[in-house]
Nanobody
């Protein structure tokens, strides 16, 4: 199982970024997927999740209405569109698979990518 996250960078408050996660080594369309983030000195936190086929989604309250998670099962790729970014969104963002098809299933913590750094600063 491998994940390669990309799309991070430095952006001003109020700006936008689109993160991508290329997945391999498993049947992507069978599993719900998640985005996590980890800020310096803080624990890794769940940002968003999406079911395998129906596109049901979950968002943390801190990003609801600003971030959109999506997936392209034909390309084995997960996305996170981030709008109206705030300094508190600064973190390394990671994708991870879950253990089932529903976004309610638990995250498989055995495999992580290298993450992509998002810095929101003026």
């Amino acid at each position: 199982v491998q994940f390669v996250e990309s799309g991070g960078g430095l952006v001003q408050p109020g700006g936008s970024l689109r993160l991508s996660c290329a997945a391999s080594g498993f049947t992507f369309s069978n599993y719900a997927m998640t985005w996590y983030r980890q800020a310096p000195g803080k624990e890794r936190e769940l940002v968003a999740a999406i079911s395998s086929l129906r596109g049901n989604t979950f968002y943390a309250n801190s990003v609801k209405g600003r971030f959109t998670i999506s997936r392209d099962n034909a390309k084995n790729t997960l996305y996170l569109q981030m709008n109206s970014l705030k300094p508190e969104d600064t973190a390394v963002y990671y994708c991870a698979k879950t253990t089932g098809s529903s976004y309610l299933t638990s995250t498989d913590f055995n495999s992580w990518g290298q993450g992509t750094q998002v810095t929101v600063s003026s």
